[in-house]
């Protein structure tokens, strides 16, 4: 937790004028150990800079339009970077990434498209599939 200035500065002055110990302060204020100590040190707050990304996204959105069939491997492969931070960067700009042939799989095969007196996928209507129909064979007596 980030605290104010004004509130470092009364913690460091009550401390100072009841002769104080670090813990004991840290009990008084509700503060960690750590923060005082820190406040004796310096009192201004650390300035942080935004994170550095090894992958470039505008690289990334290009990538993903000219291989859209690519797996999140491949491309952490092609930016020398992990897979898990290909799946953050696409999350950022919500390109979540599911694999065409998922895709296509998954209309293909969804409840809502499919027609059953018909062997053609909804999506693509060259592309075959088999539906087994659900028949009732069941073999009573064997």
């Known amino acids: 937790m980030i605290y104010p200035i004004s509130f470092r ?5 009550i401390r100072e004028k009841e002769g104080l110990t670090i ?5 008084r204020f509700g503060v960690g150990i750590a923060s005082i100590t820190r406040w004796l040190k310096r009192i201004e707050p650390n300035q942080s800079a935004p994170r550095k990304r090894k992958i470039d996204l505008e ?3 290009k990538d993903v339009e000219e291989r859209p069939d690519d797996y999140q491997f491949e491309r952490a492969k092609r930016f020398k970077v992990c897979q898990s931070s290909i799946h953050a960067a ?3 700009l919500n390109l979540y990434q599911t694999h065409l042939k998922t895709q296509i799989f998954r209309r293909c095969f969804s409840f809502s498209s ?3 007196s018909e062997n053609r996928c ?4 060259s592309m ?3 539906i087994k129909k659900n028949t ?3 073999q009573s007596g064997q």
């Open 136 to 138: 009732d064979t069941s």
């Open 9 to 13: 500065e009364h913690v460091l002055k």
């Open 90 to 92: 696409l999350a950022q």
């Open 128 to 130: 075959e599939y088999n």
């Open 59 to 61: 690289m990334l959105k």
């Open 122 to 125: 909804p999506l693509f209507g």
């Open 114 to 116: 499919i027609n059953l």
């Open 23 to 27: 813990a004991q302060t840290s009990q």
